[in-house]
């Protein structure tokens, strides 16, 4: 009776721990793998900021830990590759910018459709940027600019941070819609070309407004005129380039995509928890110190916006015959 009894304890024990190694085992596959954000930029650039402002309250809104995974290169075409072939089950995101849009034209052949092979979810922000000129240049506006660029033709140039990018575009379709003809001065990077400008070895540069504000404010640059439609409320006095150009704009943008072939629900789902994020109150003054503007649309918004900026971009793309670095 006692072996008898003594072997039932054992095997209840033998069972009790086996049920508790099956029910952590059950609960650890059950623990949903992090969300990547994968960002075609490198750390502590604008882009890099949008996704980690974004990346803790899509968490808090999915319950999920969201991390932030940077793979640079090739003008933010790695991470969309990376995404484009990742599976569609919403653990692998992008937060890409509007270099999106124009590396479909800029690249004469992609490893991926940058319209079938992404889901579109919410644009995250706006954020013109700025023309700026070294003070010494004897204009006040975009207007003057015109006239003496159109008086001295090839004799002002452009600093330009990155080739492709939409700063450097912005400037294409500045000359494209003014008809002028100003010099485009390729540099590695923004932050030569800003000090070049500032040294006023080159006088002119579309810039984003993060990069040049303490300039401005210290006097060391001059602000001729923002890409947006219209004037931004931190700088009144700053006219938009519209006001001389009109239909010109050329605000960067930044949105956060899934892979392709993502289920309705799914989409919807990643969809609404990130529009509340992007309103959560830490997440806009994040965007705001960015000098950008909180967006948060819908699927379907964001869908159109990039259909139509597509088409923008291939214009200047082809007047400029810009090719990648």
């Known amino acids: 009776m006692k072996q008898t009894l003594r072997v039932t304890v054992q095997q209840g024990l033998r069972w009790g721990v086996c049920l508790l190694a099956c029910a952590g085992a059950a609960a650890w596959a059950q623990t949903p793998p992090p969300i990547r954000i994968l960002v075609g930029a490198p750390a502590g650039g604008t882009t890099d900021t949008m996704a980690r402002a974004l990346a803790q309250a899509l968490g808090q809104q999915l319950g999920r830990t969201v991390l932030v995974d940077n793979k640079a290169g090739a003008g933010g075409n790695l991470a969309a590759e990376a995404v484009a072939k990742a599976a569609p089950d919403g653990n692998t995101l992008l937060m890409s910018f509007t270099s999106h ?13 940058p319209v079938k092979d992404f889901t579109p979810l919410t644009m995250v922000s706006t954020s013109p940027s700025m023309l700026v000129a070294n003070p010494k240049l004897p204009v006040k506006n975009v207007a003057e600019l015109i ?3 159109k ?12 080739m492709g990018s939409s700063l450097h575009l912005a400037g294409d379709a500045f000359k494209m819609k003014s008809g ?34 303490a300039h401005i404010k210290a006097g060391k640059l001059k602000a001729l005129g923002v890409t947006s439609t219209k004037r931004l409320a931190a700088y009144p006095d700053v006219p938009a380039m519209a006001e001389t150009l009109p ?4 605000s960067a943008w930044f949105g956060l995509f899934g892979p392709g072939r993502m289920s309705p629900e799914l989409t919807k789902r990643l969809a609404d928890a990130a529009r509340a994020a992007v309103q959560a109150p830490e997440v806009k003054r994040r965007i705001e110190n960015e000098g950008a503007t909180p967006v948060g649309n819908s699927p379907e918004e964001f869908a159109r916006f990039v259909d139509s900026d597509i ?11 810009a090719k990648p670095e």
């Open 101 to 113: 849009a124009i590396n479909a034209s800029l690249y004469p052949s992609l490893p991926f459709d």
């Open 147 to 149: 006239a003496l660029a």
């Open 151 to 162: 008086a001295k033709p090839g004799q002002l140039n452009f600093a330009i941070g990155a």
């Open 180 to 213: 002028v003809y100003i010099v485009n001065i390729p540099y590695r990077g923004t932050a030569p070309a800003v000090q070049d400008v500032l040294a006023g070895q080159v006088e002119l540069m579309f810039a984003a407004i993060g990069n040049v504000q």
């Open 247 to 250: 239909g010109y704009e050329s």
């Open 311 to 321: 088409v923008r971009w291939r214009a200047v793309v082809q007047y400029a015959g």
